[in-house]
């Protein structure tokens, strides 16, 4: 009897077994590489009423190191003028195996899909060193060869992409670089063997990353900026200049827009100061005055709910050069 | 009939096993033998780490092979097979195999198997019992179902006598965590 059902068995073990020879799949880490497994069965029988126990051999796996790598990117897009120098993109390189693993990190800025190639400052790969999030003084520059991460299952190590932005872009033009992590001990389809390569003398073994891994951060070309400069001078009751009760304060402020683009509708407000009284009529706007009223010309004085200046300055490019704002208070 | 069935049972064995040897003369195995099958009682018991290979048939079709378990990783399923051979010549009965789920290893839902066999789950290694009898303690104090993978042990139990000169099987799978 138990010879037929074995007949099933293995009729079933050639053909009906299911699986995959499974490369591991993208989780974390997992069991340490080098980690042993072992098994032992034991049978209990009886033969002509004496029972009997025995164990089988104990058999021994050892866990693979599996090479796997994840490189995400912190912030997807980084915002930049034209000319700016060493603008860094921010990745997280993360070691997904099971094993400790030294990576190789390389990068490119010629890539497709965009308006603009960023240029790679050199160095162009940085770590940051000191967890500020960006590029700063005491950031370590990356050398291949030299100081490849070598990080702990699980482990990750923050990475910042440097490119310098191109002159003569336009707003909103978008220029990609990329980052990519490899496995030092090597890479390939997933499953392929790196024989004795492992945690201690263990094969290692390519996971579905394939052992490398890359993201693709973007700078975006912002459009103009804009600048307010702000001064005062104070002229006293008698002829001075010290801030006394009955003392008049002209503000001047000097807006400008830079880059390109053009700044839509650019309005202007600034609070009276408290203490002080707005003086009528003294708005002015690149030495022409206008009227306090909410009315044809793009000045106007408003009391509530808190008393402010506003100037209209509508369309502004770089080209519009600076706009000079000027406007009056007494000290209370 | 009988006799006849038997045969083929017997090649489709060696089958089997020719095959893993091939496989092992090829690449590295990092499961060892520790040591031999103990002998001394009348039931010789063996336990065999493989796993399944998938290989290009001579018809150039894909199959799958089960070869010995080398390159293990993390998500790698290995199957298990227990052989007990009884070397006497008097039959044994009350026949028993029990082997707990591997450290660092989780179990295959529904992957034991074993001819003439109940088969039955315990998570503590003192009560077995078939999968829909076993029972956990929730988080939140009620009883759920125990899943597959807390299974810690797995017991055959032979409701036939082991003939002498016969072999029992018990396999399962387990996944590297």
Redesign the interface.
């Known amino acids: 009897?138990?010879?037929?059902?074995?007949?099933?068995?293995?009729?079933?073990?050639?053909s009906a077994?299911t699986?995959?020879?499974?490369?591991?799949?993208a989780?974390a880490?997992?069991?340490p590489a080098g980690?042993d497994?072992?098994?032992?069965?034991?049978?209990?029988?009886?033969?002509?009423g004496s029972?009997?126990?025995?164990?089988?051999?104990?058999?021994?796996?050892?866990?693979?190191?599996?090479l796997d790598v994840v490189v995400t990117l912190q912030s997807p897009t980084a915002s930049v003028a034209p000319g700016d120098t060493r603008q860094e993109l921010v990745y997280r390189v993360t070691n997904s195996g099971?094993g400790p693993e030294a990576f190789l990190l390389t990068m490119t800025s010629t890539l497709t899909g965009d308006q603009f190639d960023p240029v790679p400052a050199v160095p162009a790969i940085y770590f940051d060193t000191d967890n500020s999030g960006d590029l700063s003084a005491a950031d370590t520059p990356y050398v291949a060869g030299s100081n490849d991460p070598l990080l702990q299952p699980d482990a990750f190590v923050t990475v910042l992409v440097v490119n310098d932005i191109p002159t003569g872009l336009a707003s909103g033009n978008r220029g990609r670089s990329q980052l990519t992590s490899a496995a030092r001990t090597g890479t390939g389809v997933p499953g392929a063997?790196f024989?004795?390569q492992g945690v201690s003398g263990?094969?290692a073994?390519v996971?579905t990353t394939g052992a490398d891994a890359d993201a693709i951060g973007e700078y975006v070309v912002s459009g103009v900026s804009v600048s307010a400069v702000k001064s005062q001078s104070v002229t006293d009751p008698f002829g001075s200049n010290r801030p006394l009760p009955g003392a008049r304060i002209i503000y001047q402020i000097v807006v400008a827009a830079t880059g390109t683009g053009t700044a839509n509708g650019a309005a202007f407000t600034d609070a009276i100061p408290a203490n002080t009284s707005f003086v009528a009529g003294s708005i002015e706007l690149n030495g022409t005055a206008l009227t306090d009223a909410a009315d044809s010309d793009v000045g106007a004085y408003t009391a509530t709910p808190v008393p402010q200046i506003s100037v209209q300055l509508g369309n502004l490019t770089q080209a519009s050069g600076p706009q000079t704002i000027r406007f009056a208070v007494t000290i209370n | 009939m009988k006799k006849g069935i038997s045969v083929s049972i017997a090649s489709a064995l060696l089958l089997a096993f020719a095959a893993a040897g091939q496989a092992a003369s090829q690449s590295t195995v990092d499961a060892t033998a520790r040591n031999d099958a103990p002998r001394g009682g009348c039931i010789v018991l063996k336990t065999v780490a493989e796993m399944e290979q998938v290989y290009t048939a001579e018809n150039g079709a894909a199959a799958k092979r089960l070869v010995p378990a080398a390159k293990v990783v993390p998500g790698g399923e290995v199957v298990w097979t227990v052989t007990a051979s009884n070397v006497c010549d008097k039959p044994a009965d009350k026949v028993a195999i029990d082997n707990p789920v591997p450290d660092h290893m989780r179990y295959v839902a529904d992957s034991a198997m074993g001819p003439g066999t109940d088969i039955a789950f315990s998570l503590d290694g003192q009560k077995f019992a078939a999968p829909e009898a076993l029972t956990v303690r929730g988080a939140d104090g009620a009883e759920r179902a125990a899943r597959a993978d807390e299974y810690a042990f797995i017991r055959w139990t032979f409701k036939n006598a082991l003939q002498p000169g016969s072999v029992a099987f018990a396999r399962f799978r387990a996944v590297v965590k």
Request: net charge neutral.
């Open positions: 009897m138990i010879r037929k059902d074995l007949v099933v068995l293995a009729l079933a073990s050639a077994l699986g995959l020879l499974a490369a591991g799949s989780r880490a997992g069991v980690t497994i072992e098994n032992t069965a034991v049978v209990n029988y009886s033969v002509g029972a009997q126990s025995i164990s089988s051999n104990t058999v021994t796996v050892k866990v693979a190191e599996i099971n063997v024989a004795g263990t094969d073994v996971g």
